[in-house]
């Protein structure tokens, strides 16, 4: 079974600054399979990315994926106020198996 | 407009069961595969269960296999998720997700979710 591991747990920058995540594989994985979420707080997720670089319907350009293998980033070039959320990477395998998260907050 | 709404989550005690509706509009249903997520107050997302359009495909997760089912019904725009035996862990909100189509491997559409709470 594929784990995920995102970090940091936590990020706190302003706004206009540029968040990077990572996540994590335990093994290498198809990029195909790696989708990236937005989740607020009392809101359903929302889907990013998928196929580790493709935006979805919707989503603007500041938002960006990339990696392959068990590496994987979601880059927001500069934060907005409504960005300051929690993100997922999700491996959807026979396990869909999602990570833990990483908060990204207000600094 | 894409819409899906969950319904039938409350208060339920350990050991029982009770049966997790999602109605879909806006699409043609019966064409997409859907996930139940699950989100226990405060944590992650857990992924549930799968099941593909024509009913073929499904999976679980380890944690409620054996106790929770699946199934839809593409005539009423329904998906289900049976859970029996039900444990406090099992407590969270739980969504329903559409994956985006054949050969995209992501959740494009998902509802706002219904909250199970397993207590005595």
């Known amino acids: 079974e594929i784990v995920l591991t995102q970090s940091p747990g936590t990020l706190s920058l302003s706004p206009g600054e540029r968040a990077t995540l990572s996540c994590r594989a335990s093994q290498s994985v198809s990029s195909s399979f790696l989708a990236w979420y937005q989740q607020k707080p009392g809101q359903a997720p929302r889907l990013l990315i998928y196929?580790?670089?493709s935006r979805a319907t919707g989503i603007p350009d500041r938002f960006s994926g990339s990696g392959s293998g068990t590496d994987f980033t979601l880059t927001i070039s500069r934060l907005e106020p409504e960005d300051f959320a929690v993100y997922y990477c999700?491996?959807?395998?026979?396990?869909?198996?999602f990570g833990p998260g990483t908060k990204v907050d207000i600094k | 407009e894409v819409q899906l709404v969950e319904s039938g989550g409350g208060l339920v005690q350990p050991g029982g069961s009770l049966r997790l509706s999602c109605a879909a509009s806006?699409?043609?249903?019966?064409?997409?595969?859907l996930n139940w997520v699950r989100q226990a107050p405060g944590k992650g997302l857990e992924w549930v269960s799968y099941?593909?359009?024509?009913?073929?495909?499904?999976y679980y997760a380890d944690s409620v296999k054996g106790r929770f089912t699946i199934s839809r019904d593409n005539a009423k725009n329904s998906l289900y998720l049976q859970m029996n035996s039900l444990r406090a862990e099992d407590t969270a909100v739980y969504y329903c997700a559409r994956r985006k189509g054949s050969g995209y491997y992501a959740d494009d559409y998902w509802g706002q979710g219904t909250l199970v709470t397993v207590s005595s």
């Open positions: 806006g699409f043609t249903f019966s064409s997409y595969s």
């Open positions: 999700q491996h959807y395998g026979s396990s869909f198996t």
């Open positions: 196929g580790a670089s």
């Open positions: 099941i593909s359009s024509s009913s073929s495909t499904i």
